[in-house]
T-cell receptor, first 112, second 114 residues
Framework: NAGVTQTPKFQVLKTGQSMTLQCAQD?????MSWYRQDPGMGLRLIHY???????DQGEVPNGYNVSRSTTEDFPLRLLSAAPSQTSVYFC???????????FGSGTRLTVV | SQQGEEDPQALSIQEGENATMNCSYK?????LQWYRQNSGRGLVHLIL?????REKHSGRLRVTLDTSKKSSSLLITASRAADTASYFC??????????????FGKGTHLIIQP
């Protein structure tokens, strides 16, 4: 099925652990983004990419790294997990500026 | 930072009634988008309206854009229980907003009473 696939769906980490959230899309979209969603805060952009090899920081990039080696994949790395990173993470892709985003189903992350 | 702000924050109506949500923004935009999010799910893109358009329709959805008032409205006609969800507006700007030029509001939570 065409779309954005995120794994895992749920994850519990201990403070200080690192992990990678996976995101893959099969629509040949150039634009991909990572958002976090917290109650009362709406969606906040973490990192963004306009194509393979090109990434940029969003509103809340600290504690996260990304890379874009292929058009399809855009993994998000948590370097040293903190309780403040407890959130729901969404990956999204779109075909260009005047297109809507297709969102993945999300990863619910808890850091204890 | 938030650009689009939805109003009301919550809305409860009877099934079959029309639901109207509003979005206001502060700076100039190139497009405005509306998304729906069902509880525990990802966002679903509903409609995009460009800054040179005033109205767009998609099924039971009607979106208007008034750039002079910096506002947009989303009308859902003949509401159904399945329309219960949170609705977000997102403003797209070449020169502002997030690094990808898109800024989301905090959403309107719509409840359709049977």
């Amino acid at each position: 099925n065409a779309g954005v696939t995120q794994t895992p769906k749920f994850q519990v980490l201990k403070t200080g652990q690192s992990m990678t959230l996976q995101c893959a899309q099969d629509m040949n979209h150039e634009y991909m983004s990572w958002y976090r969603q917290d109650p009362g805060m709406g969606l906040r952009l973490i990192h963004y990419s306009v194509g393979a090899g090109i990434t940029d920081q969003g509103e809340v990039p600290n504690g996260y790294n990304v890379s874009r080696s292929t058009t399809e994949d855009f993994p998000l790395r948590l370097l040293s997990a903190a309780p403040s990173q407890t959130s729901v993470y969404f990956c999204a892709s779109r075909g260009g500026f005047h297109y809507g985003y297709t969102f993945g189903s999300g990863t619910r992350l808890t850091v204890v | 930072s938030q650009q689009g702000e939805e109003d009301p924050q919550a809305l409860s109506i009877q099934e079959g009634e029309n639901a109207t949500m509003n979005c206001s923004y502060k700076t100039s935009i190139n497009n405005l988008q509306w998304y729906r999010q069902n509880s525990g799910r990802g966002l679903v893109h509903l409609i995009l309206i460009r800054s040179n358009e005033r109205e767009k329709h998609s099924g039971r959805l009607r979106v208007t854009l008034d750039t002079s008032k910096k506002s947009s409205s989303l009308l859902i006609t003949a509401s159904r229980a399945a329309d219960t969800a949170s609705y977000f507006c997102a403003t797209g700007s070449y020169s502002g907003g997030g690094a990808d030029g898109l800024t989301f509001g905090k959403g309107t939570h719509l409840i359709i009473q049977p």
